[in-house]
């Protein structure tokens, strides 16, 4: 039977539970991505997408179709850069200049190909735990989606 003490009770419930849902999720949902990715210093050599054999365009400051990385360092010796994307993901992730598929989880974390069983809070680290993987082995050149 319906009573209005049974209704009143499961909507409390139910507001418990999204507010609490809400807090615990909040950090991850309010992250941005650059926040812990490593910025382009302007004086350095700004470096763009790799071609399609995966070697990456070197342009000089202010070079017409250079796109500056979002970030750009060597992580256990393998070169990782981030540069934005018009994906649904915003960013293309690149080490020694092969393509990473990265995907964003519903909870704001990000994950890989190299592991889809680790989240990760920026994409920065989700590069450097598909390195940690990974280890000396090379990614495929294929970046197409798999799911």
């Given amino acids: 039977m319906v009573t ?4 009143l009770a499961t909507g409390l419930t139910t507001v418990a539970a999204a507010a609490g849902t809400t807090a615990a999720l909040r950090p991850m949902l309010t992250a941005t ?3 812990a990715a490593v910025i382009a210093d302007d004086k350095a050599a700004a470096v763009g997408r790799p071609d399609q054999e995966g070697r990456p ?3 000089g400051v202010g070079a017409e179709g250079a796109t500056p990385p979002l970030f750009d360092e060597v992580y256990r010796d393998r070169r990782i850069q981030g540069f934005p994307s018009d994906t649904e993901e915003g960013v293309d992730l690149y080490i020694d200049g092969r393509p990473l598929e990265l995907m964003r989880r519903v909870d704001g974390s990000w994950i890989s190909v190299a592991n889809h069983f680790q989240p990760y809070l920026t994409p920065l ?3 450097r735990g598909a390195v940690d993987v ?3 082995a090379d990614l495929s050149m294929d970046s197409g989606h798999h799911h």
């Fill in 4 to 7: 209005r003490r049974r209704v």
């Fill in 33 to 35: 991505s650059g926040s």
């Fill in 57 to 59: 365009h070197q342009h």
């Fill in 125 to 127: 680290a989700t590069a």
């Fill in 134 to 136: 990974i280890g000396r």
